[in-house]
């Protein structure tokens, strides 16, 4: 572990990560560097404030619409540095102070040896004798090196229902940070990029993952903002070069929010966690490096070793109208196709079909399941599967008999109303009443029943938040926030086996303040087999290859290309299945068989592996997608053909550059295969697939174990 401290700089890192924070006393106190290695020495001095505050009554050193130059944060000196180890991390604490307003700040990075990543968050301390409104506090501020904003690219992500991580990359000066000749005027910028979260869907619009990478230099920071609500990063301008600045929940983003009101007494306010990955070889080198981070900050737990195979029974299947009748031979089916836990999604606690406003209650139907539910999951456990249930924990519908039972300050309000969106309010966790019936819920469907998986939705955006007991409705919805993480923690506290399945309308609260203890997030609801695909590959930008789950459903009027193409889909993550597999000929059943045993075979290296994007991040409309996995020396592809005019591509795999390779096609072996020529001189695998509307194949590429071919030459099986 590197430790230097001198009287101009800290320096603190390992074998994979140096920061080099300036902290002279005639200057800020800044990053000067952070970056993969050493070497960085010699870079020009910070002029970007690692810590922003935006303070009431102090505001900005120089006007703006950014986080950067706040007139606290420029004012801010050094006070001192703190190391310390807790087990496989290594921390530095940095401490910062304004003599004016008796703020003091302490700025924390967390980082494994090895693992070119560090997370980051900041604490402020009001020890001055007047209160202090907090209206916004960067977790990580920093100019990006020495990078010109000419050179930058910048990386990131709309999201929606439907159509998540639609990433994109694009060079700083495409029209988002213009020349304006700031050296001319003397004076930095005043614009930015800033990408926004406004509610409680965390990537409801956008996602809390981006990046910048230098062109010229193949420098990249990768970074993700860990919080389940409100959060802003901007990229912008300066003099000297463009800078980052990552944050939770600010007053300019919620108007009637502020992030907190310090006090005397020595108020004490805590920033959301963010991470930072850096690299020397561009994106593929940052991923690689947030990947790693990901795996060391994600709650130990058995499902990440044992990566189950999921069926659930909504997707284009049951569509939330679960009957004993209905669910019996699909849990059969399930099974016998391997499986390894069913999930009866929504519906199963509700006499009719009109559910939607009155969830709350979570007791099972007994006119759906005559028998009871329990002969349901009996027949899942004896089918050798987990039992799952879905579960909307956060909501109380209109018509639910606890929507009376429960006092109104167990729910989020404003103005002395309760909040209410599409015939749900939303439960405030803050408030001991809602905690202990959401723990009595689990307590009993776990004890009683034994469910040992929910899929835990959430189709509400409870929007800016909640006025009670808090200084502003932004406040209360921070406070909320942080009570639902706490409930997660302690649901696995009491049930470390339960496996917990983050969705969100599919993935419209993909953040690693959830993903840091659940084991798997669903990517979309998606229906269009189609569509599909970009979502899938584009997951694995925000969301570890093991916990990416993006559903696979075959079903019985597909064509066989079809049926492959959907499982496809779900195999270089967490395989997602639902589907009228009871309906399926003994043909098509035997296609999705043949998936699973591959997914049973790879997911060993699909908890270790790397992602990467051999015909780059895909565009929406895109008709060949392609995401490999790289474990150790193996390398799985898979390729999709959407209604291309262009029976072939050339997928280039540079990390495989001089190597003579076997090429397999592990998924479908049954389907006419396509033809493919590895060139090792370039590095470029070409396939031609038959002429149908739509395709894909799962391929496993290793070294080869027969003479090294000619560099234009391959092998092919």
Avoid at 254 to 280: K, L, N, Y
Avoid at 438 to 449: F, H, K, S, T
Avoid at 609 to 615: D, E, I
Avoid at 666 to 695: I, K
């Amino acid at each position: 572990m590197i430790s230097i401290e001198s009287a101009t700089s800290v320096t603190w890192g390992h074998s994979a990560l140096e920061l080099v924070v300036d902290v002279s006393s005639d200057g800020p106190v800044g990053v000067r560097s952070l970056s993969a290695g050493g070497g960085r020495a010699d870079r020009p001095r910070a002029a970007q404030p690692l810590v922003e505050v935006l303070v009431a009554g102090e505001g900005r050193a120089r006007v703006s619409h950014r986080f950067s130059e706040t007139a606290v944060g420029r004012r801010m000196v050094y006070a001192g540095s703190a190391r310390r180890t807790d087990g496989r991390w290594s921390e530095l604490h940095l401490d910062l102070r304004d003599e004016q307003t008796g703020l003091a700040a302490r700025t924390t990075f967390r980082s494994v040896d090895g693992v070119a990543a560090c997370q980051v968050s900041t604490t402020v301390t009001n020890h001055g004798l007047e209160p202090v409104v907090l209206q916004g506090l960067t977790s990580f501020a920093a100019g990006f090196g020495c990078a010109r904003v000419e050179d930058v690219d910048l990386l990131r992500a709309d999201s929606e229902w439907l159509g998540e991580g639609r990433w994109v990359r694009r060079p700083l000066r495409d029209g988002a940070v213009p020349d304006l000749n700031l050296g001319l005027h003397g004076q930095d910028g005043r614009g930015r990029v800033a990408v926004v979260s406004t509610g409680t869907w965390s990537t409801g619009t956008a996602l809390p993952t981006g990046g910048v990478v230098d062109r010229r230099t193949g420098q990249a920071w990768l970074w993700q903002i860990e919080h389940n609500g409100a959060w802003r990063w901007e990229v912008a301008e300066r003099r000297d070069g463009p800078y980052v600045a990552l944050l939770g929940p600010t007053d300019i983003d919620h108007p009637v929010a502020r992030s907190s009101a310090c006090c005397p007494a020595a108020c004490r306010f805590t920033s959301v966690p963010v991470s930072v990955a850096v690299s020397g070889s561009g994106v593929d080198g940052a991923i690689a490096a947030l990947t790693a981070h990901r795996r060391e900050i994600v709650r130990p737990h058995r499902d990440r070793t044992a990566l189950p195979v999921v069926f659930n029974d909504y997707m284009n299947t049951l569509m939330g109208d679960p009957t004993t009748e209905k669910l019996l031979p699909l849990i059969d089916a399930a099974a016998g196709a391997g499986a390894e836990v069913f999930c009866i999604d929504a519906g199963w606690y509700d006499d009719d079909s009109g559910w939607w406003d009155s969830v709350g209650e979570w007791q099972p139907s007994r006119t759906r399941f005559p028998g009871g539910i329990e002969k349901v999951i009996a027949h899942i456990r004896e089918r050798g599967m987990v039992p799952g249930l879905w579960l909307e924990p956060e909501v109380i519908g209109v018509r639910s008999p606890m929507a009376d039972r429960l006092p109104a300050s167990a729910f989020l309000q404003r103005g002395g109303a309760r909040l209410v969106e599409h015939g749900r309010y939303h439960l405030d966790l803050r408030h001991p009443r809602a905690v202990a019936h959401l723990d009595a819920v689990v307590d009993r469907l776990v004890g009683e029943l034994g469910v040992g998986y929910f899929k835990l939705d959430y189709n509400v955006d409870a929007g800016a938040g909640t006025d009670v007991a808090a200084d502003s409705a932004g406040a209360g919805l921070l406070a909320h926030n942080r009570a639902h993480l706490a409930w997660l923690d302690r649901v696995l506290d009491r049930h470390p086996d339960l496996i917990l399945e983050n969705c969100a309308s599919g993935a419209m609260r993909m953040d690693y303040a959830m993903l840091s203890r659940m084991q798997l997030q669903s990517t979309s609801d998606q229906q269009d087999h189609l569509l599909y695909p970009p979502i899938a590959v584009s997951a694995p930008m925000s969301v570890l290859p093991e916990q990416s789950a993006s559903w696979a459903y075959p079903q019985p009027d597909m064509s066989d290309e079809d049926i492959a193409f959907t499982l496809c889909t779900g195999l270089l993550g967490r395989l997602y299945l639902s589907g009228r597999l009871d309906a399926m000929t003994a043909e098509q059943l035997e296609s999705v068989r043949a998936a699973v045993r591959v997914q049973h075979e790879i997911r060993a290296d699909l908890a270790t592996a790397v992602p990467l994007w051999p015909l780059g991040l895909p565009a929406w409309s895109d008709r060949w997608l392609s995401l490999a996995m790289k474990s150790r020396d193996v390398t799985y592809l898979v390729v999709w053909q959407r209604g291309s005019d262009q029976a072939s591509i050339t997928v280039p795999l540079p990390h495989l550059r001089g190597t003579g390779v076997d090429v397999e096609v592990l998924y479908p072996r049954q389907l006419p295969e396509w033809a493919s020529g590895w060139n090792a001189g370039t590095g470029e695998l070409t396939l031609t697939t038959q002429r149908v509307p739509a395709s894909a194949r799962l391929f496993r590429i290793a070294p080869s174990t027969s003479s090294i071919p000619s560099p234009t030459e391959g092998s092919a099986r």
